[in-house]
Nanobody, 122 residues
């Protein structure tokens, strides 16, 4: 599967953005999807994940209550709605996919998008 992330940009603290990740292929619903982010000089970290059916989600503690991951299997797209953004949310955001399991671990994911930059100004 090929992944294309979009929707990043510059936003003020307290604002919102919605990221999208479009996937190629005919079996999108088989893939568990995740969002990760990497801030300058830091390791790539888990943000959110959603099961293939969309029925199960998990979030990093740092974004719980502010971010929401959803998917539209008919459109082969996964979304990350980000609200009440903080300067510490500034990072390149990556979407990822795997067939095996819903996971918070970077190593579980076999396919990665190219990343989209989110910058939150204070």
């Amino acid at each position: 599967v090929q992944l294309q992330a979009s929707g990043g940009g510059l936003v003020q603290a307290g604002g919102s953005l919605r990221l999208s990740c479009a996937a190629s292929g005919r079996t999108f619903s088989n893939y568990h999807m995740g969002w990760f982010r990497q801030a300058p000089g830091k390791e790539r970290e888990f943000v959110a994940t959603i099961s293939g059916s969309g029925g199960t989600t998990f979030y990093a503690e740092s974004v719980k209550g502010r971010f929401t991951i959803t998917r539209d299997n008919a459109q082969n797209t996964v979304y990350l709605q980000m609200n009440v953004l903080k300067p510490e949310d500034t990072a390149v955001y990556y979407c990822a996919a795997n067939l095996e399991t819903i996971s918070t671990m970077r190593s579980s994911y076999d396919y990665w998008g190219q990343g989209t930059l989110v910058t939150v100004s204070s």
